[in-house]
Every structure is written in C-alpha cells, then in structure tokens.
C-alpha cells in the first residue's frame, strides 16, 4: 500500500490510527484527566485549609500577646493588683478574640517590683479533627511603676 500508490490523506489518516505517538490519548485513556482531578483536588483543598488554619492560629497568637500587654499596662501603676490586671487582660482577650481564642486563661503575677501576666487559650479549629487542639500562649513583663521625689541637687533651699 505505501510503496504502490501516491499518498493520499486516508492512508495517513489510517497511518496515524496505527501508530499512535508516545503520550497520545487513546480510547483507553479517556476519562484519565478527571481521575486525576478528583485525586489532586483534596490535596489542593489541605494546602489552602492548612494556610487559613495557620493564619487563625497567627491571629490568636497577636490576640494573646495583646491580650497579656493589656494586663501588664492595667497591673503596672502603683495602686495595681493581680485582680486589675487579669480582669484588664480577660476582657481584651474576650473582645478582641471573640471567635479565635477559645477559652482564654490569664495567669498574672504583681510583686512590688515586677507585673507578669500569661494568656494562654486554644487558636479556633477550621475544620473540626479530634484531639486536634492548637495550644497559644503568650506572656508579657515590666517593671512596676513607683513614686518617688528627686533629691534636690541644688543643695538647698527656697
């Protein structure tokens, strides 16, 4: 057939059903293209759910860190307590964190010298998976305001 007679456009077309070039798509192949969408599509879905999930968790950890600041500022002058400084850090966390800190728990410590205060609480879950917590903590410290007189330099007087 190919030697005998002129090309023509059937014998290749003929041609080209019997030698199918590597890579081709055949009857057998069809339908492989949404296989393999259904297979990487859950994947692509994890990949953005877990980035939305890390921002959240970012989001509750700056909502803690602020949360902990509020109770060193509220515990820091003189007449400031443990009680002033947790309500302080409790209700910005409460505010603030309203549906991305779960559960916040303030720790604070005033000493004549030094407020510390601790808020610590769980980043919201995006997709709820069991025994998956994400644990945020964060802490802030000062020094503890004092009042006091400056000594006169000028050594005396009126």
Do not use: C, Y
């Not at 080209?16 to 798509?25: D, E, K, M, S, V």
């Amino acid at each position: 057939m190919l030697l005998t007679r002129p090309w023509r456009a059937a014998d290749l077309a003929v041609l080209a059903r019997r030698w199918t070039f590597r890579g081709a798509r055949t009857g057998a192949d069809r339908g492989s293209e949404s296989v393999g969408l259904a297979v990487l599509f859950p994947v692509v879905l994890v990949l953005i759910l877990s980035a939305v999930q890390g921002g959240l968790w970012w989001h509750a950890r700056a909502v803690a860190a602020q949360a902990a600041q509020a109770g060193v500022d509220a515990g820091r002058p003189v007449a400031g307590t443990n009680t002033t400084a947790a309500a302080a850090a409790r209700s910005f966390a409460t505010r603030a964190g309203h549906g991305v800190l779960a559960g916040p728990e303030v720790q604070t410590t005033v000493t004549a010298d030094t407020v510390q205060v601790e808020v610590s609480g769980t980043a919201v879950r995006l997709v709820p998976i069991p025994g998956l917590d994400i644990r945020v903590t964060a802490s802030a410290r000062a020094a503890k305001e004092h009042f006091s007189v400056p000594d006169r330099a000028d050594g005396g007087g009126s």
